[in-house]
T-cell receptor, first 113, second 115 residues
Framework: AQSVAQPEDQVNVAEGNPLTVKCTYS??????LFWYVQYPNRGLQFLLK??????LVKGSYGFEAEFNKSQTSFHLKKPSALVSDSALYFC???????????FGTGTQLKVEL | GAGVSQSPRYKVAKRGQDVALRCDPI?????LFWYQQALGQGPEFLTY????????KSGLPSDRFFAERPEGSVSTLKIQRTQQEDSAVYLC?????????????FGDGTRLSIL
């Protein structure tokens, strides 16, 4: 069975500072890893994915994530946070046919002035 | 529209009633998924279609839940004899291919409240 852990329910960061949202995963086989963001009363919006290749992947809105196979992690990062980045972030994993996403419990990011 | 469209956005039903939730995926997307998101939780997989074929329904919580996609486009999730624990946001997603290496695109969901 595949699973995802997001150890922090909430992350607070000052605007302009770097941010990191943590994610670790457990799968059999090679993982497909995704980050999504959810704003209130909205669906999930795709940010970035890791399928294969370069361990550092870049996505939308200046976000990036680093795949670390030995630590089974896929942390989301951004060099300089914006207040508008405040939202709920989900890490997700799929394997094999990649047809079923398993999500973490989400991390609420709060960026303050 | 360009995105995944779900209707209704909000649905209130009395316990024991049947409900039907609609999903209109992005045109041309082969794969369609339904997820259930309880308050304060991540989405949980319910079922998956490839065109009109339902290939995985392992996440459906009971036989009261039924999904269909008869023409390989629009999908309907039906819940019979609703119970209070069915209250959640139901999310639909579609993706371009069968392989799973393309992102799933989500609709805004239907918030179902069972009284």
């Amino acid at each position: 069975a595949q699973s995802v852990a997001q150890p922090e329910d909430q992350v607070n960061v000052a605007e302009g500072n770097p941010l990191t949202v943590k994610c670790t995963y457990s799968v059999s086989g090679n993982p497909y890893l995704f980050w999504y963001v959810q704003y209130p009363n909205r669906g999930l919006q795709f940010l970035l994915k890791y399928i294969t290749g370069d361990n550092l992947v870049k996505g939308s809105y200046g976000f990036e994530a680093e795949f670390n196979k030995s630590q089974t992690s896929f942390h989301l990062k951004k060099p300089s946070a914006l207040v508008s980045d405040s939202a709920l972030y989900f890490c997700a994993v799929a394997t094999g046919g990649g047809n079923k996403l398993t999500f973490g419990t989400g991390t609420q990011l709060k960026v303050e002035l | 529209g360009a995105g995944v469209s779900q209707s209704p956005r909000y649905k209130v039903a009395k316990r024991g009633q049947d409900v039907a939730l609609r999903c209109d995926p992005i045109s041309g997307h082969v794969s369609l998924f339904w997820y259930q998101q309880a308050l304060g939780q991540g989405p949980e997989f319910l079922t998956y279609f490839q065109n009109e074929a339902q290939l995985d329904k392992s996440g459906l919580p009971s036989d009261r839940f039924f999904a269909e996609r008869p023409e390989g486009s629009v999908s309907t999730l039906k819940i019979q004899r609703t119970q209070q624990e069915d209250s959640a946001v139901y999310l639909c997603a579609s993706s371009h291919n069968r392989v799973g290496n393309q992102p799933q695109h989500f609709g805004d969901g239907t918030r179902l409240s069972i009284l």
